[in-house]
């Protein structure tokens, strides 16, 4: 009955996320950097990540602007991938990308994800997986760069 | 008149449904209308009566076929008042027809140096292929800008038409602030410069009555989808004397006269710009839209619009927390209304109508340069039609009261 389904997917830490977002900054020591638009619906992050030597995230901001989902969801991925090696962060990406399209993942792998998986619930919402996808996207374009500190401006 | 609108609901089966358990509200007109019962049935006829490949045979299915595509014809050319048959060429659709002209009209007429006016609230459909053009010719694109109100800048418009100025292109009625543009004013201005005037004629030709004549225009694009027609058929009109001086579009069977080893010869209007099988089935159901429509009277389907922006859109202004694009008077508005809920972002906002039962669009548009001029990344917009009611507009104040609720509140 209208609006209760949106329960579903606008639960109480997303909209909280959104309307508080961490991370929500642009840093100034970023090793890599990237720009991602939807040109669907003019979504877009700007996401830096900073690794160390030994290729750990060591810190990790986005700016932009976006629909309740993409925020939350860039939110909650910056909380999950800080502190994590890089090949963590990507393996998470891959995780949350075939959540979001509804793929069987394991409990351990869901559990990595903290808070975000709860945007699992977006794959009900077909014409939305992309604004939860498009932070993690962002995150696997800007460390599968072949250059550090790139900035690239694509679209999804 | 409203009141008799409502009858029309028995032809639109598609729209007695619910969606997410709730009536379907149908306000996504602007992107494409539903097809009532008559043009699914032209289809229908055609298809299981009289399917035949037109101009190319002399059997009596062929002969049918070619009687009723030439018919479709013959009724558009009526609905808007064409000089002439031959000016009623077949596309599949706008975006087709505004390339058409750019790609022959434009590669032909437009040289270094010279320049091509369009306005910052184009379609993309009507904004990329003189763009396009440009970068090719050298030529210079030049941007009609807004007034605070979201009309057209008439005064710019004086003063960026130049003696240089080959082709003015512009929106008669805008797909995203609903505005209309004097379309005959900007045809006497160009003309006065030497220049050929394009409308885009998408989101006009469906909700007002057209007359190409008065307008004064030389070319006029259209879509068969947003005026209750099939998709993939549109309609793109030119004055004879440049369509006769065009180099064809396409190359194929259907436009030819003569075709000899080293050279060939072209069809008559309008073939010479119909290459190959055509759709003809969208062209038949084309014309059942036109008989539609025309049975309604256009000057009621006008009316009917606008009493329901009368309505809603004071309503919509009154809205703490909400902001509507475009003009704000309801007299010198179309169907089509962009807003914002505060704080919102119109995805959102789109998400939760749907689950009320009501489809709206989210996004730029396809009208980017527009959402950049205005400050804005996107915007929900409402589109209504002949089947709209006040009860849906209605419905769309309720649910969007609603949804601001939800979302100050996380909950309902
Ligand atoms: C003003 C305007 N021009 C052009 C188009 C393109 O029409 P079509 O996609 O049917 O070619 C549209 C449709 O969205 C429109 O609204």
């Known amino acids: ?156 | 008149m409203a009141s008799n609108f409502e009858a029309l609901h028995a032809d639109f089966p598609i729209l007695d449904q619910t969606v997410n358990d709730e009536r379907l509200v149908y306000l996504d007109n602007a992107a494409t209308a539903q097809r009532p019962n008559q043009v699914v049935q032209a289809l229908v006829d055609f298809y299981q009566h009289d399917n035949a490949n037109v101009h190319r045979g002399v059997h009596t299915l062929a002969e049918r076929a070619t009687a009723d595509y030439e018919a479709a014809r013959g009724k558009v050319k009526t609905f808007i008042n064409a000089a002439d048959t031959v000016e009623i060429i077949f596309t599949k659709g706008t975006t087709d027809g505004l390339n058409l002209i750019a790609s022959t009209y434009g590669e032909a007429n437009v040289n270094a140096g010279d320049e091509i006016v369009i306005s910052i609230m184009e379609h993309h459909s009507n904004l990329i292929p003189w763009q396009q053009l440009a970068i090719k010719k050298h030529a210079t694109l030049k941007f009609i800008g807004l007034t605070a109100d979201g009309e057209l800048d008439m005064a710019d418009a004086a003063a960026k038409i130049t003696d240089h100025t080959k082709i003015v292109a512009i929106a008669h009625a805008s797909n995203v602030m609903g505005t209309v543009t004097p379309i005959k004013e900007l045809a006497e201005l160009a003309h006065q410069h030497g220049a050929v005037m394009v409308a885009d004629g998408a989101q006009a030709v469906p909700h007002m009555p057209v007359d190409v004549q008065d307008l004064d225009v030389d070319f006029y694009a259209f879509s068969g989808h947003k005026m209750l027609g099939p998709t993939g058929i549109g309609i793109l009109y030119g004055r004879k004397a440049l369509l006769q001086a065009m180099p064809p579009y396409q190359y194929g069977g259907e436009m030819i006269g003569f075709v000899h080893q080293q050279s060939s010869t072209w069809a008559e209007l309008p073939w010479k710009f119909e290459a190959g099988t055509q759709n003809i089935a969208g062209a038949i159901g084309l014309g059942a839209a036109v008989d539609y429509l025309t049975k309604l009277g256009m000057v009621n389907v006008q009316k009917h619009e606008q009493e329901l922006v009368a309505y809603l859109l004071p309503k919509l202004i009154a809205m703490p927390g909400i902001t509507v694009y475009g003009p704000q008077d309801p007299a010198k508005h179309t169907g089509v209304l962009a807003f914002n809920l505060e704080n919102l972002h119109p995805h959102d906002v789109a998400t939760a109508l749907d689950m009320e039962g009501i489809a709206v669009r989210a996004g730029h548009h396809c009208a980017q340069p527009l959402m950049e001029a205005l400050g804005l990344v996107a915007t929900a917009r409402a589109s209504f039609y002949i089947y709209n009611t006040q009860a849906d507009a209605d419905q769309l104040l309720t649910s969007l009261q609603a949804t601001k609720e939800f979302f100050n509140h996380g909950t309902i």
């Open chain 1, 1 to 156: 009955m209208g609006l209760s389904k949106l329960s579903g997917l606008y639960r109480e830490v997303i909209l909280d996320a959104a309307d508080h977002p961490h991370h929500k900054r642009a840093l100034t020591s970023a090793t890599h950097t990237i720009t991602l638009k939807n040109p669907t619906c003019g979504d877009v992050i700007n996401l830096s990540v900073q690794l160390d030597d030994a290729d750990l995230i060591q810190d990790i901001g986005f700016t932009g602007e976006g629909c309740t989902i993409s925020q939350a969801s860039a939110s909650m991925m910056t909380d999950a991938v800080l502190g994590k090696s890089k090949e963590d962060a990507l393996t998470m990406a891959k995780t949350f990308s075939d959540m979001a399209i509804g793929k069987e993942h394991s409990q351990a792998d869901m559990d990595e994800l903290q808070d975000a998986a709860i945007l699992s619930n977006v794959m009900q919402f077909p014409a939305r997986i992309k604004c939860a996808t498009l932070s993690w996207w962002a995150l696997q374009r800007a460390l599968l760069a072949e250059h550090g500190g790139n900035e690239e401006e694509s679209e999804v």
